[in-house]
T-cell receptor
Framework: SAVISQKPSRDICQRGTSLTIQCQVD?????MFWYRQQPGQSLTLIAT?????????ESGFVIDKFPISRPNLTFSTLTVSNMSPEDSSIYLC??????????FGPGTRLTVL | QQQVKQSPQSLIVQKGGISIINCAYE??????FPWYQQFPGKGPALLIA?????SEKKEGRFTISFNKSAKQFSLHIMDSQPGDSATYFC????????????FGKGTHLIIQP
């Protein structure tokens, strides 16, 4: 298994600002992903964080809005840029182990005013 | 297009009863089907998973039944307990996993004591 931590756990931000969320895994993993979850709803994949190269984004998500880095096998960041109230959501980091199992962090609850 | 359809949206079961949640998928390239349990304010936790080469997998009180021809799979929770009250998500992933998980919309399960 993999234990995933995220920072910050929650934040309240002003419109037009940016927030960077950090994700740290306690062991080497093969894949890392970022998801978004509106309260009470399901999870939607934002992008796959690729080590040492540009992330792969899902339809509806773009790099300028959600830049992602993954400098090594156990760490990734997601930035939510130029935020608007519509970006208020829970952002979840996920990591997949060599056994294919995917684990999730506790999430970052973002509120944009 | 929703690729994984989950039902019911909510479910109330008496303590000691069997909870059954169903999912259906469309993409025949899916080859890995996990279930996640999520408590309020927490990230999803991997509960149990199955691959299409088996029809059933059991871990403790949790059982996945899989019907490849019907493209359906279900979660059975035996002897349901109040502590099982949570939101359950089915998910699916294609071979290789580079594109992350596709989630169902979730089932809010309440176990009445």
């Amino acid at each position: 298994s993999a234990v995933i931590s995220q920072k910050p756990s929650r934040d309240i931000c002003q419109r037009g600002t940016s927030l960077t969320i950090q994700c740290q895994v306690d062991s080497q993993v093969t894949m890392m992903f970022w998801y978004r979850q509106q309260p009470g709803q399901s999870l939607t994949l934002i992008a796959t964080a690729n080590q040492g190269s540009e992330a792969t984004y899902e339809s509806g998500f773009v790099i300028d809005k959600f830049p992602i880095s993954r400098p090594n096998l156990t760490f990734s960041t997601l930035t939510v840029s130029n935020m608007s109230p519509e970006d208020s959501s829970i952002y979840l980091c996920s990591a997949e182990t060599t056994t294919v199992e995917a684990f999730f962090g506790p999430g970052t609850r973002l509120t944009v005013l | 297009q929703q690729q994984v359809k989950q039902s019911p949206q909510s479910l109330i079961v008496q303590k000691g009863g069997i909870s059954i949640i169903n999912c259906a998928y469309e993409n025949t390239a899916f080859d890995y089907f996990p279930w996640y349990q999520q408590f309020p304010g927490k990230g999803p936790a991997l509960l149990i998973a199955i691959r299409p080469d088996v029809s059933e997998k059991k871990e403790g009180r949790f059982t996945i039944s899989f019907n490849k021809s019907a493209k359906q799979f279900s979660l059975h929770i035996m002897d349901s307990q109040p502590g099982d009250s949570a939101t359950y998500f089915c998910a699916a992933r294609t071979q290789g996993g580079a594109d992350g998980l596709t989630f169902g919309k979730g089932t809010h399960l309440i176990i009445q004591p």
